[in-house]
């Protein structure tokens, strides 16, 4: 395996494309995000009049970061915001030991009292209220098994990272993404969400909760880890969801103009985003967002880009672009060492080597 690092380690209503988009802790109006040019470019933010200033201060990366999650939000839809979430009422439907470890299948409420999120949870047989531990939530690839993967209850050995992961001491939780596993889900509009992207993050938004209700787990301590569809749905999150305090993306991303040249039709199911088509004909440059400004607006938390060579879905030429765009907002909190990349000679896959590199990173920093 070839290691590359770029730094040293240190120790729910639909909108239409008028409306009023909710961001974040703020509301703006459509009209009033300034439209950039390109999105490579993470240097500068518009003024309302379009005229660029090249960003000096926290403060002026903070307006930018808003505008990107204006664009991303005229993609996905709104990021939901109820002011009274409905209740995770969490149940426990079995449980077994495996190892050293529990093993519980359970299910959750997200945004509906009607449907529940089936998924797994690990926590180490030792874990004890008074020794809170750091837990990691594990995001499948496209898979029809959904969270059995991860779970280690089959599909491919190097993609059971939650099962991994706790029996590294982390608690670990391991949900279906809508329409796998054990969730059925349509996609249709009705539900609220215009994107299966967006309804992704709001349930792993909602899993981020149940992870801080545990009495197991220290919620200054979450992070999250993904494989293809796992990698870019931990992004997605992470972007919107702070209390993601580190991340790593396995062959989940590359630009968009550098995802099969262009061609986006693979983003525009609606698993994913389908205004990509609908709205921008499929054209990388009418796209409001890319993950040049995704992966920027992690900062100043460790994220760990995991990107072999010879991935055939992500070309790993459009990563090094996105974590050189990156790297400056990263300088600009003093903590260019949290953003890493490694580019293992491998294909479309987790092997142990490229694995070792993705838990060493957490452990680093997420544990005490």
């Not at 109820?82 to 359970?106: A, F, Y």
């Not at 997200?110 to 995001?139: G, H, M, N, Q, W």
């Not at 890493?340 to 920093?365: G, L, S, T």
Request: hydrophobic share 35%.
């Amino acid at each position: 395996m070839a290691v590359k690092m770029f730094v040293r380690r240190s120790a729910m209503a639909m909108l239409s494309v008028a409306a009023v988009l909710v961001v974040e802790s703020f509301v703006v109006a459509d009209d009033a995000v300034p439209t950039y040019p390109e999105h490579q470019d993470v240097s500068y933010v518009l003024s309302a009049g379009g005229k660029k200033q090249p960003i000096t201060t926290k403060a002026e990366w903070e307006t930018r970061r808003k505008h990107i999650a204006a664009g991303i939000q005229t993609v996905m839809g709104p990021l939901p915001k109820p002011e009274k979430p409905v209740p995770l009422d969490m149940k426990v439907t079995e449980e077994e030991k495996v190892g050293t470890l529990v093993r519980k299948r359970i299910t959750y409420h997200t945004d509906s009292a009607e449907r529940t999120v089936p998924a797994y949870l690990f926590i180490p047989a030792d874990a004890r209220a008074d020794a809170k531990r750091p837990a990691i939530l594990c995001l499948h690839q496209t898979t029809g098994i959904g969270k059995k993967e991860p779970a280690g209850l089959g599909g491919n050995p190097n993609l059971h990272y939650a099962l991994h992961l706790a029996q590294r001491g982390y608690v670990t939780l391991a949900p279906d993404y809508p329409s796998f596993g054990d969730y059925p889900y349509d996609f249709a509009p009705s539900h609220g969400y215009i994107s299966g992207s967006m309804k992704a993050i709001y349930d792993n938004i909602r899993a981020v909760d149940l992870l801080q209700s545990l009495p197991e787990v220290d919620s200054e301590r979450i992070g999250c880890i993904g494989h293809s569809l796992g990698g870019h749905n931990t992004m997605f999150t992470a972007f919107f969801e702070p209390r993601i305090k580190c991340l790593v993306s396995n062959c989940g991303f590359t630009r968009f103009h550098k995802y099969y040249g262009g061609a986006l039709k693979g983003w525009t199911s609606n698993r994913y985003m389908p205004l990509i088509n609908d709205r921008y004909g499929n054209d990388p440059n009418k796209v409001p967002f890319d993950f040049p400004e995704i992966v920027a607006g992690f900062a100043p938390r460790p994220f760990l880009a995991s990107s072999p060579t010879r991935d055939s879905n992500f070309e790993v030429s459009g990563v090094k672009d996105t974590i050189a765009a990156a790297l400056p907002i990263y300088k600009l909190y003093g903590v260019e060492s949290a953003l890493q990349a490694n580019y293992p000679e491998c294909e479309h896959d987790f092997p142990e080597d490229v694995r070792k590199v993705a838990y060493d990173f957490f452990d680093h920093y997420l544990k005490k």
